[in-house]
C-alpha cells in the first residue's frame, strides 16, 4: 500500500502513543473534604481560583456563529464517548462513521442518542441511513483501533462504503440488518426511536438531525466483564473525543461513594450550624 503516515495525518513531531499505561484507582483529589468546606481552605483550592484574575468571558452562540459555538462546545463538553455507528442504506451500502455528540439518556428503556450535524445541501448517510430503515449498532471505540475508526469520517461518497478501507470486520448483529463491528468489544444493537430536527432562531432548515435509539441486544466481549458482570475499564481502554482534532483515553480512576440523607443528614446540619456561627 502506498499510503504515508502523513496522507493519514499523523503528526510526527509528537512522542509515541503510552501503550503501557496501566488504569489504576488513587484517592479523590481532596479526600479531607468535609461538609461546607470551601476552595479557598485548600492550596490546590486557592490555585485554582487565582485563575478568577483573568475575569470570565460570555458568549452569546447567536453572536458568536455557528462555527466558534461548535469548536467552543467540542473542546468545553469533554471528553465525550464516540458512537461508532453502523448503518445500511435503502440501496444496500453498509456505512461506518463516528459521532461523539454521544450518549446515553435512559436505561429505562434503555436509550442512547446522537447528534447528526446536517450538511448544507443534504444530511449525513448514517442519519438518512437509520431513518430510512430505523435500525444501526453502536460500537465503542478502544484505543487498538482508533486509527481505523477515524478513517471512517472521511467523506466518502453516499455510495461508497467505508467498511473495506477501515480494515475493521462485521459481525452479525442479532436483532437489527447492520453489523457490529467486531473489534469492538461493546456494542449495541439500536432501533430509532425519535427524531428530533433542530434549526436555529427564525430559520425552518434542520441544521442538525437528533437521533434516539432504543437499546435492543449488549454484546460485551468476555474478557472485559468483571466478577460483578459489568465492563472493567483497566481492559476496555476505551477512547474519548477532546476538542478539535484531539482523543483522549483514561487516566486514572478514583471512587467516590453516593451519599444517603439517612446516613449524612444530622452531620450535614451540624456542619452548617457550625457555618452560621
Ligand atoms: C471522532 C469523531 C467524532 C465525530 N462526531 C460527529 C458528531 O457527533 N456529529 C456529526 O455530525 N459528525 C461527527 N463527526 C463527523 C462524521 O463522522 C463525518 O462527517 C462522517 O463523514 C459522517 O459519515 P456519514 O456521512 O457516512 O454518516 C465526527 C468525526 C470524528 C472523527
Redesign the pocket.
Known amino acids: 500500500m502506498s499510503t504515508t503516515s502523513s496522507s493519514r495525518g499523523a503528526e510526527e513531531d509528537l512522542p509515541p502513543f503510552d501503550r503501557e499505561h496501566v488504569l489504576k484507582h488513587t484517592q479523590s483529589p481532596n479526600p479531607s473534604w468535609t461538609y461546607g468546606q470551601k476552595l479557598s481552605e485548600t492550596d490546590k483550592g486557592k490555585a485554582w481560583l487565582a485563575g478568577e484574575k483573568e475575569g470570565w468571558t460570555v458568549f452569546d452562540p447567536e453572536k458568536e456563529g455557528s462555527r466558534q459555538t461548535y469548536l467552543l462546545l467540542i473542546s468545553g463538553v469533554i471528553p465525550r464517548p464516540?458512537a461508532f455507528v453502523s448503518s445500511i442504506s435503502e440501496t444496500g451500502v453498509y456505512?461506518l462513521?463516528?459521532?461523539?455528540?454521544?450518549n446515553t439518556v435512559s436505561s429505562n428503556p434503555p436509550t442512547i442518542v446522537?447528534?447528526?450535524?446536517n450538511l448544507p445541501t443534504r444530511i449525513?448517510?448514517?442519519?438518512l441511513n437509520i431513518i430510512a430503515t430505523k435500525q444501526f449498532t453502536v460500537n465503542l471505540i478502544s484505543e487498538t483501533f482508533i486509527e481505523n475508526a477515524?478513517f471512517?469520517?472521511?467523506?466518502?461518497p453516499i455510495d461508497h462504503s467505508?467498511w473495506p478501507a477501515s480494515g475493521l470486520t462485521m459481525a452479525d448483529s442479532v436483532y437489527v440488518k447492520p453489523p457490529r463491528v467486531r473489534e469492538s468489544v461493546f456494542s449495541l444493537e439500536c432501533e430509532l426511536s425519535h427524531q428530533v430536527d433542530l434549526s436555529p432562531a427564525g430559520s425552518s432548515r434542520a441544521t442538525s438531525t437528533v437521533l434516539f435509539g432504543l437499546v435492543k441486544r449488549i454484546h460485551v466481549r468476555n474478557d472485559v466483564l468483571n466478577e460483578k458482570g459489568v465492563v472493567n475499564p483497566a481492559l476496555y481502554r476505551p477512547v474519548a473525543?477532546l476538542g478539535d482534532i484531539s482523543?483522549t483515553t483514561l487516566g486514572d480512576a478514583f471512587r467516590l461513594p453516593r451519599l444517603a440523607w439517612a446516613d449524612v443528614g444530622s452531620d450535614v446540619v451540624e456542619a452548617e450550624e457550625a457555618i452560621r456561627i
Open positions: 464516540i456505512n462513521a463516528p459521532f461523539s455528540w454521544f446522537i447528534g447528526c450535524t449525513h448517510d448514517t442519519a477515524n471512517t469520517a472521511v467523506d466518502t467505508e473525543r482523543y
